[in-house]
Nanobody, 115 residues
Framework: QVQLVESGGGLVQPGGSLRLSCAASRTIFSFDVMGWYRQAPGNERELVAEIILGGNTHYADSVKGRFTISRDNAKNTVLLQMNSLKPEDTAVYYC?????????WGKGTLVTVSS
């Protein structure tokens, strides 16, 4: 059973930064894609950023230039560095991993951007 555990969420002021971590229970190279999604109250879950096995990355237009997804291979962890945060970034952020057609999800971590 694959487990994904997120950490790093919290309360931050507009313009601030946070770094989210997603620790996987097995090597991250066993996943075809790993990514971060978010869901704000009343909204559908949406893709924020993803990193493909070969290293290519994709971002939602709303976060391009502000967020960076990366891997820490030694720790089997995927990171999301979030800079210049805006109130509209407030949401529960979920880690996702795709392997052989199966999606795995973490339980989420709350990010609140407010003054």
């Amino acid at each position: 059973q694959v487990q994904l555990v997120e950490s790093g969420g919290g309360l931050v002021q507009p313009g601030g930064s946070l770094r989210l971590s997603c620790a996987a229970s097995r090597t991250i190279f066993s996943f075809d894609v790993m990514g971060w999604y978010r869901q704000a109250p009343g909204n559908e879950r949406e893709l924020v950023a993803e990193i493909i096995l070969g290293g290519n990355t994709h971002y939602a237009d709303s976060v391009k230039g502000r967020f960076t997804i990366s891997r820490d291979n030694a720790k089997n962890t995927v990171l999301l560095q979030m800079n210049s945060l805006k109130p509209e970034d407030t949401a529960v952020y979920y880690c996702n991993a795709l392997s052989s057609g199966t999606n795995y999800w973490g339980k989420g971590t709350l990010v609140t951007v407010s003054s």
